[in-house]
């Protein structure tokens, strides 16, 4: 496994940026053929899609994956993971399986304007590399225990990509409709929940989901390394 699974994390990175990028076109194109000057303002829309934490969360997963990978051929003598590449990678891990778990349980049956997504892409971005993460977490070699602090390591960029979310809203005219305040997922709406309180609400059941699954990321970390030390 040692020996092939720099392999797999480099094809999956490449994965997810292809999805990444193949999304990110059909999102210009719609753009560039918007009648509307709201719908057309090119800053907005890329703003936009890399507000999503989907698109964050797997540009982060491709950069994991690709160091990941490159430090594998580079270092295939090294009993362990360097310490920044394994918080990277516990990171990348959290976010992913969140994304997934979020898109498939709330989302997924959200119905978007016709063609405004890239169905592979779109699977690819919401199902592929989540599964491909949580599968780097069990069975990548060479895996460090990290400290419990990790945890709270991870929650914090979800917790800053929250507060920029709505302080940023406000302030957005969404291209799609034209209406003042735009923001990337139906749950961060006060407007679809009865106010900020609704808001708050959802903002803290995912946040204990982000650090119930980093917990378990790191835990998995820790039960792997303890079991390949030798005795």
Partial sequence: MTTWWPYARLVAAALAVAAILAQLTRT?????????????????????????????????????????????????????????LAVLLACASTYMIVTGIVYNTLLRGIELPQGATVPWSNEVLHVVIPLLMLLDAVFAPRRRALPWSTVAVAAVFPIVWVVYTLLRAGTVVSPGTGEAGWYPYPF???????????????????????????????????RRALRATPA
């Fill in 188 to 222: 961060l709406d006060p407007r679809l929940n009865g106010g900020y309180g609704g808001v708050a609400l959802w903002v803290l059941l995912i946040a204990a989901i982000i650090v119930g699954t980093a917990a378990l990321v790191v835990w998995i970390g820790r």
């Fill in 28 to 84: 210009l194109e719609i753009a560039l053929a918007a009648e509307t000057p709201w719908g057309a303002h090119l800053p907005t829309v890329v703003a936009n899609f890399f507000s999503f934490f989907t698109i964050l969360s797997n540009v982060l997963a491709a950069v994991a994956l690709a160091a990941g990978g490159i430090w594998g051929l580079m270092r295939r003598d090294a009993r362990v993971e360097p310490r920044g």
